[in-house]
């Protein structure tokens, strides 16, 4: 049974930010943030209200979930005709910035923190994703540029999804764990495979998802309640379908939110309304878990060293290699700063950390494991706080 001090103190935390959400957000202070801050006042760490002893396993697979079904609800929202128009600044961010960001973030991890080129590699691709929860509230303000907005979008979405196999290698390198069975030529026949069938299953689901939930409308066979209800259903099956074939589970929810099919716009949009408050709860959930088990934990791992890494991925090793990929795009500077700078870092890399520890066994046996524990919490804790900050600054910056 959960701690009912646990619920009580999550519950009492969602009631004040739900009552309280425009005046704490007018205040410039992000949901993510009052979560993460709720979470560390609990903890051992603050007043030492809620037992911080939570199975990883349990943890891993909220994060999975939460993480699915916003990469569904954000790309439902994404007009496929706009996005021909903008398509090329997502690659652009995707094939050129993010390899390019996991390269700078390698080579700099290990003079900063005296880290093996393996371990570096792992701490810089952990911390190459952005996140997709943290850019909704970037997605929803009308005063932005829409093309700015569809590229954060895509680019959370998918650079997830990119990310993972090349994760999945330099855990196989580092250990005998889980992915250590294919032998180091079929990486790259594997890697093909995650990107090839985590997109034609998710384009299957969004696409015969959406009209299975409009033929059942049309012939009064299904209530509102329930198409709601089909949004969980179609990401968590385009994930858990991809990954059963050997696809990308990542992938595939978004693709599956992308090409979401429906005749009606009132069907897709109850398909959106229960995506967008199931997976805000989700990852608040996941934002107070970070707070009270995270944070407390890597508390007396952080040094001077991890501080200066984890502002250099929010700064340097990001911003540099976006602006890198957008040279000859023809946006403004304005616009080339934001796509730059809005790169925050959160569920992705929590999960994945908790994807190594699993994969590779008790974090006493993992190579480097205090270093970079430390240094992946405490940039994702920098990043909800200065991204969360900057949000309205963004906002009215001139693009």
Known sequence: MPDSSLIFALSLALLFYGLLARRIDAAGVSAPMLMTLAGILVSPLGLNLVDANIQAEGLKLL??????LILFTDASQVNRHQ???????????????????????????VPLLGLSWLAAAWLAIMLAPTDAALAQSIF????????????????SGLNDGLALPVLLFVLALMSAG??????????PLFMLQ?????TLVG?????????????????????????RLSSWSLAMLAYSAAEMIGGNGFIAAFMAGLFLEAQRKIVIQRLREFGEAEGALLSLLVFFLFGLVFVHEAWPLFSWPQLGYALLSLTLIRMLPVLISLLGSGLPFGSKIFLAWFGPRGIASILYLLMAIQAMGHADRIPAYDTVFGTTVLTVLLSILLHGLSTHVWQRWPK
């Open 63 to 68: 994060a999975e979930l939460t993480l699915a």
């Open 83 to 109: 996005l021909l128009r903008f398509g090329i600044l997502p690659i652009r961010l995707l094939a050129i910035g993010l390899p390019l960001t996991m390269l700078l973030g390698w080579l700099l991890a």
């Open 140 to 155: 929803s303000d009308q005063r932005i540029n829409l093309k700015l907005r569809h590229s954060i979008t895509v680019e």
């Open 178 to 187: 889980d992915y250590a069975w294919l032998d180091h030529k079929q990486w």
């Open 194 to 198: 995650q990107f090839a069938f985590g």
């Open 203 to 227: 384009i299957g689901c969004g696409r015969w998802g959406g009209e299975l939930v409009q033929w059942a409308t049309d012939h009064k066979q299904t209530e509102p309640l329930y198409q």
